[in-house]
């Protein structure tokens, strides 16, 4: 009988044995496939682009002069650099709402709510105040249930003594393309050209302070993350850093083959099509040490498998300094990389397929 119990315990302790090491070689696994082979060294995904005219036209209608506009409201005295739960972020919430308002989106929240409320203690400490996201959305005309979200935080740094740190880069240039971008979908909407899925403008909030706005979005989904096909998230894209000052047209592309290399494919055709930008992946590189793709919005979207993109134009001299103002926007080239944007969003909301994850 000892015998036969002895045996019976050495059974179990094998298979406990056994579950431990399948454990830990399934966790091992994981790791090992999320890092892929270079893009180079894997076979192309070929994809076709739609054939559909009217995106020249409706991309056209992003103007440098319409993202200046927007752009000086952002750096203005008046909106004291936009520091989370602050004044000047509160009156920066109520311009991007008045202009959603203005252009009779649909309130996302609810009948006339077009801000996600944020509480204090969400920031564990990072602000002293509550917060909101703000939310436009435009409805799809045959796949309203799947959403393409466009995202970029207009939060910034505040006032610190007596300066102002306005984050006119950082991110009022994501900020004012958003807010571009939303109207040339809107100016489509209204021609009878609307997008087949839905379209969620998301201005984001507590980015600075640790990615909090996208943070709360992500576990408080308006819309649930599994019918989420895309973050198309802009953090930075008005200047022309020390590496390209010789060839400022250029935006370095972050995190588009990372969960989808359709996405990356999609991207690169659409360039290729409509706006012929240099497009930069310097730092979507794993070794890179800069670690870009964890340090904007898009990436508490990637954590929960949505592929992403990050539009960046790297960082510059003025990066979180006072100095980072208005008047050293290149708006020729932030109207160009809005485009981009634009003809993305386009795209992967009017394709008969959603986009694929590998």
């Given at each position: ?84 739960g602050e004044k000047g972020q509160k009156l920066a919430a109520n311009y991007i709402a008045d202009f959603y308002k203005s252009l009779e989106f649909e309130a996302a929240i609810s009948e006339g709510q077009y801000f996600q409320y944020i ?200 990066y979180h300094k006072e100095t980072d103002t208005e008047e050293k926007i290149n708006y020729e080239i932030l109207a160009k990389r809005a485009q981009l944007v634009f003809v993305t969003a386009w795209e992967l909301a009017n394709r008969e ?6």
């Open positions: 009988m000892r015998k036969i119990a002895f045996i019976i315990i050495l059974i179990v302790l094998s298979s406990c044995s056994s579950k431990k090491v399948v454990s830990q070689n399934l966790e091992k696994k994981e790791k090992i496939n999320t890092k892929k082979e270079p893009l180079e060294k894997q076979e192309p995904i070929k994809v076709t682009l739609q054939d559909n005219k009217s995106i020249y036209y409706y991309a056209s209608t992003i103007t440098k002069e319409d993202l200046k506009k927007h752009l000086l409201k952002f750096t203005s005295q008046e909106f004291e650099g936009r520091r989370t509480p204090r203690e969400f920031f564990n400490g990072a602000s002293k105040n509550a917060s909101e996201n703000v939310l436009g959305f435009i409805y799809g005309t045959e796949k309203p249930e799947e959403i393409v979200v466009i995202s970029a935080h207009y939060d910034h740094l505040g006032l610190k003594g007596d300066k102002i740190f306005n984050g006119a880069d950082d991110n009022g240039s994501g900020t004012s393309a958003v807010l571009e971008i939303a109207e040339a979908f809107h100016k489509a909407v209204i021609e009878g050209e609307g997008p087949k899925r839905s379209i969620l403008f998301l201005n984001l909030t507590g980015e600075e302070e640790g990615l909090y706005g996208s943070k709360y979005y992500t576990s408080h989904p308006v819309f649930p993350l599994k019918n989420t096909v895309v973050d198309l998230n802009i953090d930075m894209i008005g200047r022309v850093d020390e590496a390209h000052k010789e060839n400022p047209n250029f935006v370095y592309l972050i995190g588009a083959d990372k969960i989808s290399r359709e996405l990356h494919y999609i991207s690169e055709a659409l360039n290729k099509k409509y706006t012929q930008l240099d497009l930069d992946y310097t730092y979507n590189d794993e070794k890179d040490p800069n670690r870009f793709y964890y340090r904007s919005d898009h990436y508490n979207f990637a954590k929960n498998g949505v592929p992403i993109i990050f539009y960046f134009n790297g960082t510059h001299a003025d397929e959603r986009l694929k994850i590998d």
